[in-house]
């Protein structure tokens, strides 16, 4: 397990403590069309930290062609339709370009901030002259809010239950997934980005930010 990190319920736990079997049951949101807006058609995507494919397989459906990438080989077995690629984010080298890098999943707001340049660093080295690279943040209340929790119309609850300084401005956050059959749970650390703070930090990787695609600046379209 990554430090700071930790999963519980059933089913094999990945090392930033997510839950296969959980993922495996979480349905589409709108990633893919927020990601199909903001792309060319067909356009060739590396998708870094894709779990079980929950988004890799519907944007196959919409034509893309997708490399999938993720720390965990529970997850990759999950994906179909792509190829796959296990391998921690931030040290990947694949010595190829793409016409877009995809960071989802708020990965970008890693508690460990030479994690965080890492994962950047990786988006930059990989995407293709006159490509883009996507980024999902975290909402500006996404600290503020807590506990709060909301029931999915697939018969579920999640929760945030708590989140709590560590020290050096990141906080442990933990959540909760209730089915009817079964609960999982995850502790991981992030670390709270202002608008400021996260162009700054994209900067650093040679990366700025073209557009952000939602109102509530969540989904970001970046540019070497």
Do not use: K
Request: charged share 25%.
């Amino acid at each position: 397990m990554r430090e700071g990190y930790e999963g519980t319920g059933p089913g094999a736990i990945t090392p930033d403590g997510c839950a296969v079997e959980l993922y495996a049951r979480l349905p589409v949101g709108d990633e893919p069309d927020i990601v199909a807006a903001a792309v060319p058609a067909g356009a060739r995507i590396l998708e870094l930290g894709s779990g079980v494919g929950r988004i890799t397989h519907a944007l196959l459906e919409r034509g893309f062609t997708v490399t999938a990438v993720d720390e965990s080989p529970e997850m990759l077995e999950r994906v179909r339709g792509a190829r796959t690629i296990c391998s921690p984010i931030e040290e990947l080298d694949l010595s190829e370009t793409f016409d877009v890098v995809l960071l989802a999943s708020f990965l970008v707001h890693a508690g460990d901030a030479e994690v965080r340049r890492g994962l950047l660093r990786t988006c930059a080295r990989h995407v293709a002259e006159g490509g883009c690279v996507l980024i999902q943040r975290e909402g500006e209340d996404y600290h503020a809010n807590v506990p709060r929790e909301r029931v999915d119309p697939g018969g579920f609850t999640v929760r945030i239950v708590s989140s709590e300084p560590v020290g050096d401005g990141v906080n442990s956050v933990r959540a909760e997934y209730a089915f009817p059959d079964a609960v999982w749970t995850q502790t991981f650390r992030a670390r709270p980005l202002s608008r400021g703070q996260f162009e700054e930090a994209l900067g650093e990787a040679g990366l700025r930010v073209d557009r952000y695609l939602t109102d509530d600046r969540t989904w970001v379209r970046a540019v070497a």
